[in-house]
């Protein structure tokens, strides 16, 4: 069987012994979709709100279903919605007394199925089960995050480049301190590209005009993947998804600088086609290794 064979195989099996199918999942009375929202609620933390928009962006639901739902959990007494103190604009969302005692009964029987369906497991299988739905887990959410172009003022795409600088200055042996504040080069013609999951940064990666080599080159910075989400192939994902923008913007040669501590970047760069070349005129001075590819326009 091929790739999506296995996961459509997977899916049916799963949905059907954790009891999705069932209109009440789990005998608590409400469908899977609605105890979800209601589990996220409860992830936030006690002393903290939710917005409206955050639940949607983390579930990826429209607006319509989501107030739907939020409606049913508000006249079972689960949660209370009010407006932002901070934005009227907003909207925000709270578990109730019951909501809490309702999101810890979740817990409890999704706790106890798990339970009942690893029991007839050995703990040798029970490792091979858990490795398993770890690295599943892992590559499906990566094929299935979000890319999307960001100024470089965006607060996530900042706080992505702050995870990497901050990186790289622990792992460079001379540090990398920069002196000011974190924020990406807004040069004429740079882009950059942001990846979230669950409305959180775990890739980022950008492209900027090499005007010191020639116009039909463009140099890509600041590839940074979060530790957390490395060996599912997202730096790759991110890595072809500039290479796409780049020819997009009729570049027909790629540069980039690295630094040799970043062994599994270097070995990325070179899976993906990428040659060394010797240092070139606007980078980086710290980087060690430098590296070019050339591209096809798209037809």
Known sequence: MNTTDVLRRFNRTYTQRIGV???????????????????????????????????????????????????RLETDGLVATSPDPADQRRRVVRLTDAGRAAR??????????????????????????????????LLVRAATVRLREVPPEDPLGRAALGHYLKEIDARFPTGYRLTGPVVAAAKP???????????????????????????????????????????????????????????????????????????????MYERSGYRAIDRYPGSDPHATHFFEKELSLPA
């Open 189 to 267: 013609g740079s882009t950059y590209v942001l990846a979230t999951s669950d409305t959180e940064p775990v890739a980022y990666g950008g492209l900027r005009p090499a005007p010191a080599l020639d116009g039909d080159t463009i140099e890509i910075k600041r590839m940074w993947v979060h530790p957390d989400w490395r060996g599912a192939g997202l730096g790759s994902r991110m890595l072809r998804h500039l290479e796409g923008l780049a020819r997009d913007r009729g570049a027909t040669r790629l540069v980039l600088d690295t630094n040799g501590v970043l062994e599994e970047a270097i070995a």
């Open 21 to 71: 199918l069932e209109e009440s999942f789990l005998g608590t009375g409400r469908p899977l979709a609605v105890s979800r929202l209601l589990f996220e609620i409860g992830t936030t933390d006690a002393e903290a709100d939710v917005t409206v928009r955050e639940l949607r962006e983390r579930l990826d639901l429209d607006s319509g279903h989501l107030s739907r739902m939020l409606r």
């Open 104 to 137: 810890q009964d979740l817990d409890d029987r999704s706790e106890e199925l798990a339970a009942r369906i690893v029991a007839p497991l050995t703990d040798r299988q029970r490792e091979r089960l858990t490795a398993a739905l770890a690295t599943a887990d």
